[in-house]
């Protein structure tokens, strides 16, 4: 871009700075810019109505930049967007980075409205290299002065709190179906500490009339308390300790209690954890446990020693995104009892309009201690609200994408959009 034009951000003011050179105005501009938008969370209707200078289109390695964005929750309950604007081509090594929160408070369309704003900042550059640049021009809306000078107090010392409810009614003739769920939640979240409390709880009850003498019905219910804990010891290290108290009809759980206190190590540092991680976590503690029923092991309490590692990559890159996570859990005064699993997830772009993704969980399980003593009915079994023994867990899920035709398309047509079919509408007069 240099020679041609100037782009200056500063102090929320965008500058253009058009070429007096006669020889510079009379070389040919290139045509439209072409931007390949990698973001599942954005609006890109709206961005095509409002964000109108540029060609998106639907492959990276057509286009003129790659603007990558991920997403992180913050403090507040809010999000943390950063936009990675990676230039191709012509503007290769040319990239260059935004980032701007939205609050919990905001709604969808205050936070594609703030997007929209920062991505206009964050592609301009390049734009005013291509046929548009006569006509893009520059505006500046300065914010009011504060009333008063110095950092903003805040009353509620980073503090937020949520809470939920809600519930579900449905039903037919011979069978009906109730439940209800209801959870608080308390954070505080600064650079040096990080703090999570919770708090939910889960009734449902299914009723089934088999004939005129027989009716079946099956209850669930459930609660948990859960607190956490961290203490940032640098980019790279955290400690951290955890409480949880528990209840649960299908676990066969009358009450348990957890504590437990760890330590986690990230390869790469916390402040690129919205592009790549790899961290590995161990914490040790202990569970105490009151049975509902007798055990398989003749138990109505116990208290058992656990020790867990965790190993967790995270990456989101130009060419797609990749997650996966490993843990093994032991009893530490039983160390046959143990469980493992591994989770992985990928959404891969293998090459030009083919794409890739998949998604599996696998648990080896052998510390199944708190299962009820005596066999499991029909009913129980088939309405699971009885947990039944086993050695082992999965599920898998895959897909392939594949797209070709036109690579331009930034035309918006919402004509029969609302009418949630999608389908054929014959009309007859």
């Not at 895959?398 to 959009?417: E, L, Q």
Request: aromatic residues 12%.
């Amino acid at each position: 871009m240099t020679g041609r034009t100037i782009v200056a951000i500063a102090s929320g003011i965008l500058c253009l700075v058009l070429p007096a050179s006669a020889a510079a105005q009379a070389t040919p501009a290139p045509a439209m810019l072409r931007v390949f938008l990698d973001c599942p969370d954005c609006d890109e209707e709206f961005l095509r109505q409002n964000v109108a200078f540029v060609d998106y289109v639907r492959d990276r390695m057509v286009a003129d930049v790659h603007v990558l964005v991920t997403t992180q929750g913050t403090g507040g309950g809010g999000l943390s967007w950063t936009l990675k604007v990676i230039g191709v081509g012509r503007f290769q090594g040319q990239d260059r980075t935004l980032t701007f929160t939205t609050p919990q408070t905001a709604t969808s369309d205050e936070r594609r409205r703030e997007f929209a704003r920062v991505f206009k900042i964050g592609i301009v550059g390049y734009a005013s290299d291509s046929s548009v640049a006569t006509e893009l021009n520059v505006t500046y809306q300065p914010k009011e002065a504060a009333a008063t000078e110095g950092p903003v107090k805040d009353p509620w010392n980073y503090w937020v709190f949520r809470a939920n409810g809600g519930g579900e009614v449905n039903g037919e003739q011979l069978s009906s179906f109730r439940s209800y769920r209801l959870s608080f939640s308390a954070s505080r979240t600064t650079a040096a500490w990080k703090i999570n409390l919770s708090a939910s709880k889960h009734s449902s009850r299914n009723t089934f009339e088999i004939d005129d003498e027989t009716t079946i019905e099956s209850q669930s219910h459930s609660w948990d308390v859960d607190s956490l804990i961290v203490k940032s010891l640098g980019p790279k290290w955290s400690f951290g300790g955890r409480a949880n108290a528990s209840q649960s009809s299908f676990s066969n759980l009358d009450r348990s209690f957890r504590g437990s206190a760890g330590i986690e190590y990230d390869v790469f540092p916390y402040a690129e954890s919205s592009q790549r991680s790899l961290t590995i976590q161990y914490s040790l503690g202990a569970t105490h446990f009151d049975y509902r029923d007798l055990t398989i092991f003749d138990r109505l309490t116990e208290t058992v020693p656990i020790q867990t590692v965790n190993v967790s990559l995270g990456l989101r890159q130009p060419w797609g995104s990749v997650s996966a996570s490993g843990d093994v859990t032991q009893h530490l005064n039983h160390r046959d009892r143990w469980r493992a699993g591994v989770f992985g997830s990928a959404d891969v772009r293998l090459f030009k309009g083919f794409s890739f993704n998949m998604f599996g969980n696998y648990s080896k399980i052998k510390d199944q201690i708190g299962l009820p003593k005596g066999s499991a009915s029909t009913e129980e079994i088939l309405l699971r609200i009885r947990q039944q023994r086993t050695g082992y867990s999965y599920f898998v899920g895959f897909g392939i994408s594949y797209s070709f035709g036109s690579i331009f398309n930034s035309i918006v047509n919402p004509r029969f959009g609302g009418s949630g079919g999608g389908g054929m509408m014959i009309i007859m007069g």
